[in-house]
């Protein structure tokens, strides 16, 4: 069985809820790179009527589209553009045809599916004159149009309204001159029109273009899981997690135009990343970091691997669009459906208004299927804006396949803010607790939950990877009482790591203390605090991981202890820095006195 996510308005399945698709809409592409603009004016605009097909409209300062119920385009609109001035080698980005409305009769509010709808045409003919053109001699035009039209809103307003024709401009730039019709494509019902000015008027039709000469290749951006790292859970296969290209945050899989130029680039959530694949004309300075910078130089493709081991389930775009809050007491909670089952390691809140003076909290919940909890509630403290961790791997709380949970956000007092995504259009919806009951509620709240997964390998006898721990502040720089976090990269690409331990030890002692090393899915590294000891305490740590398959791997005495001394609170590098400031003085001023004395 294959999982797939449908884009577009199920963009909330993402990792949230597997069902089974089988189809992807065609993806449309996104322009990244630099671009210049520039705005044309209509060298040639007039309107055809049919009411009176030998009559020339040319020097009108007015432009009618009109429809009755007998004619569904009995007035519309002729505009031509020159397009000379424009780099033949130009690679269109957008363009965009703007008329500006300056009258209107019995026009219908458009919904989706229903009321009056006017869109614009290529037309390929350019041998028409804007003195000449009737309604009986007026070329043919492509009826068959992919353009988004415009439509009156709920109050309709006067200025310029816009189409969206750039594939239209593509097709021109070789010719050289546009010309685009404009007629009610659907009328709701009964006579209706639209004015809009005439070049002869003071608000030309005019064309905005957005454009790049730099050469432009075709990106196929995607994520998948590494069948090297993960073989025995192949039926996971779909594209999971997003991508920010250029500071610009696509949902996986993505058809991204690039213009040639290198460009940050980074992996978030879904697979536990593991490494980039490219083809083609594409390159990154840094196969294994989540973040790193890509090249472009050519077509190809960009590809995220993975590992399920630990998935992240989320359902918003990663870009906070404006704050959520209810009443103080009442509860929202986001639905959760894992595709394995395993261990519920985090949940992520992005917060918002945290002060800098006054501390501000929330409650934790974590729910069952049935809205039930699953552990006792607590109160948890950001300290500032953004996404805020909370660990939850010492509750041992099971998730099940395919058996929704819920992680819940409890408003408190303090107005601390949660944020809402600017993505919409949830498929199903989340649950506010008012005090009595549940309520569905479809706001894009911000909270994320990490699970490490259940999984077994077919067969694992290599023991982990465990990187050079680092540790803040470092070892030279540990000052009285102070905390120490100990940060180290763990690496299982066979069956995953299952658990990590950090055990210290002070003054050279036999007795070793522990602390759990928790991962952190927001800077890849597992993590553990070492607490503060008093000025010239002497403390060595090391670290012991396990794998899925019961596998250890130690950094111990066979290894450098990780080492390091607490120091008075002015360090040694303090010191030195007066003696280095205390020298430099003294050979200034003999200069100096050498000098005067001279």
Known sequence: MKFFLIRGMLITLILASFSVFSYLPPVVATYIGPTDSTTLYSIADAYVNASNPDTNYGNDQDLFVSASPSDLSQDFIYVKFDLSTLPQNAHIVSASLQLRLSGFSNLYYSIIGVGDNIKAYYCSDNSWTETGITYNNKPTFNTVTKNVGWGPGMFISYGYKTWDITEDVKTALPIGELTEVIKFSDKNGGYGYARYQSKEDTNKPKLEIQYTTTPVFEIQSESSQDPEATPYILNIDSNLGFISFAEQTFLLPETLDVAQGSYPIKYDSGYNFLRWETTGGITVTNNNAKSTTVTIS??????????????????????????????????????????????????????????????????????????????????????????????????????????????????????????????????????????????????????????????????????????????????????????????????????????????????????????????????????????????????????????????????????????????????????????????????????KLKRHIG
């Open 298 to 591: 050519g077509s190809g493709t960009l590809k995220a691997l993975g590992n399920v081991q630990t998935l992240e389930y989320y359902h918003d775009s990663g870009t906070p669009a404006q704050n959520y809050s209810l009443p103080s007491g009442q509860i929202y909670a986001k639905t959760f459906t894992p595709v394995l089952s395993g261990q519920l390691l985090t949940v992520r809140y992005y917060i918002n208004n945290v002060s800098s003076t006054i501390q501000k909290s929330f409650r934790v919940h974590i729910l069952n299927e049935n809205k039930e909890r699953s552990i006792t509630p607590f109160e948890a403290t950001p300290t500032s804006n953004g996404w805020f961790n909370v660990d939850l791997t010492t509750y041992n709380i099971n998730v099940t396949e395919q058996t929704d949970f819920y992680v819940a956000y409890e408003f408190l007092a303090n107005d601390l803010y949660l944020c809402k995504s600017s993505t919409t259009g949830l498929s199903y919806p989340d649950y506010v607790w008012n005090g009595i009951e549940w309520t569905s509620s479809y706001e894009q709240s911000m909270i994320r939950a990490t699970v490490l997964n259940n999984i077994t390998p077919e067969t694992d006898d290599t023991p982990p990877e465990i990187d050079i721990p680092s540790q803040n502040p470092p070892s030279y720089d540990v000052k009285d009482g102070e905390q120490v976090t100990v940060s180290v990269s763990l690496t299982d690409i066979e069956s995953g790591i299952k658990n990590a331990t950090l055990f210290y030890t002070i003054n050279n002692g036999e007795q070793w203390e522990n602390r759990p090393l928790n991962y952190n899915p927001s800077t890849d590294q597992y993590e553990a605090t070492i607490p503060g000891y008093e000025e010239g305490t002497t403390v060595k740590f090391k670290i012991e991981t396990y794998n899925n398959a019961g596998i250890k791997a130690t950094r111990d005495e066979n290894q450098p202890y990780s080492t390091y001394q607490v120091i008075h609170e002015f360090s040694i590098f303090g010191i030195l820095l007066l003696l280095i400031v205390a020298t430099l003085t003294i050979i200034v001023y003999r200069k």
